[in-house]
């Protein structure tokens, strides 16, 4: 019975976590969607109503949505453009880390990547992620060109996702990945996804009451 109870209580955690990333992803979907429509009707491609190619219109409104989040992505300041890149690269490499793991326990190998072992031991992606955060983050302690920090951001993001896609294992010493307790990797996860958004967000508020604010007073 008391197993029993264990188990329904993990489905029960399991479905809570996997709905609020369902969740996650569907808003930030939405939100994109919701910018590409707002791209579609200020350019110059011709409205589903206006026309009866709506798949060439749809296709010139996706370009024009492209063009338009490069050049934003070219004159965001730099700091915010790191942001940006840390946050890209941790929700890549977390789902692309997850995913992959997923698929590797029923086969041993998926394209290039396996589980890899050395001598009896296990190496757990969290040891490359370290590496990776560890690497970018004393680069850009060490380094004096600040135009190299969106790239390092997207190194540190990386194994910022391949991290604590583990960090359940890390606080249970134990391998704990597809248990109960390795729900907590994918909360934890999730928790630093809101937090950098909420950051970039931050910057930009602050950003742009500087402009107001402050405009034309000497720094």
Known sequence: MGLRRRRRGFA???RKTIALGVAAYAVTAA??????????????????????????AAGQAAGEAVAVAVEGYREMPRRENALFNLLASFVT?????????????????????????????????????ILLAFGSGATAILTDNEHIEPR???????????????????????DVYWTREGVLSVQITLAAMALISATILGARLVRRGEEVVLEGTPA
Request: proline fraction near 4%; glycine fraction near 12%.
């Open 12 to 14: 029960a955690v399991e």
């Open 31 to 56: 939100a994109l969607l919701a910018e590409f429509g707002r791209v579609w009707r200020r350019g110059s491609a011709p409205l589903p109503g206006e026309t009866d190619r709506v798949l060439d």
């Open 93 to 129: 490499s977390f789902s692309l880390a997850r995913g992959i793991t997923y698929l590797l326990r029923s086969r041993r190998r998926l394209g290039p990547f396996r589980s890899l072992r050395i001598g009896e031991r296990h190496i757990h992606h969290f040891v490359p992620g």
């Open 152 to 174: 390092l951001a997207l190194v540190f993001g990386t194994g910022m996702g391949m991290t604590l896609d583990e960090s359940a294992l890390l606080l249970e010493l134990d």
